[in-house]
């Protein structure tokens, strides 16, 4: 299994508003906005997204770490029963809990080492699907057992349904 965005800034927008505002309340400042632009194409998916649920990039950090440690099996209550995965060579894995952490298990035994730099994640929520999804982008640096060093610019979108992960996809690219 591969490495399965940092809005930092958020708590300015946060603390700028007003002191009175229960805090579960949305006021006007952090609504959305509408978008009135006219685009050169249509979402396929959805183009309508408010920021997420700041736990649910939590758990795919948690997962990351968990992989670097080859601690996979700590991972378990993140996964949903059946979870959909889609590796940036082809491969896609569609299966149960144990299968996806058997499978990661065996393909983290190829590296002696393998350390990530997490360069952003974003927690989405697609407002028009009700959806939950996080992006993250990061790069990758492994060591195989046999001294091979290789490192991959990697960005993958991961979907959540009841907090739980259902959807993996993975996009990769040599870094130079």
């Given at each position: 299994?591969?490495r399965?965005?940092?809005?930092a800034a ?11 505002t ?25 183009s309508?997204?408010t ?15 968990a992989?670097?440690?080859?601690n ?18 082809g491969f896609?894995?569609?299966?149960g ?10 393909d ?9 730099s997490?360069?952003?994640?974003i ?14 982008w ?13 490192t ?9 349904k ?15």
């Amino acid at each position: 299994m591969r490495r399965l965005i940092a809005i930092a800034a958020i708590a300015a927008l946060f603390s700028s508003c007003n002191q009175n505002t229960a805090p579960a309340e949305k006021t006007d400042a952090m609504a959305a906005k509408p978008d009135s632009l006219s685009y050169a194409f249509k979402a396929g998916y959805s183009s309508s997204f408010t920021i997420g649920e700041a736990a649910h990039a939590k758990i795919v950090l948690d997962i990351w770490k968990a992989y670097d440690d080859n601690n996979l099996a700590a991972t378990k209550p993140f996964w949903a029963d059946s979870v959909t995965m889609q590796f940036a060579e082809g491969f896609t894995f569609k299966g149960g809990i144990d299968s996806l952490l058997a499978g990661g298990k065996k393909d983290r035994e190829q590296y002696s080492s393998v350390v990530d730099s997490v360069d952003a994640w974003i927690p989405l929520h697609s407002t028009d699907k009700n959806e939950d999804w996080v992006g993250i982008w990061a790069r990758e640096y492994t060591t195989t057992v046999k001294g091979k060093k290789d490192t991959m610019d990697i960005h993958e979108i991961w979907q959540f349904k009841n907090s739980k992960v259902v959807y993996v996809a993975q996009y990769k690219g040599k870094h130079k």
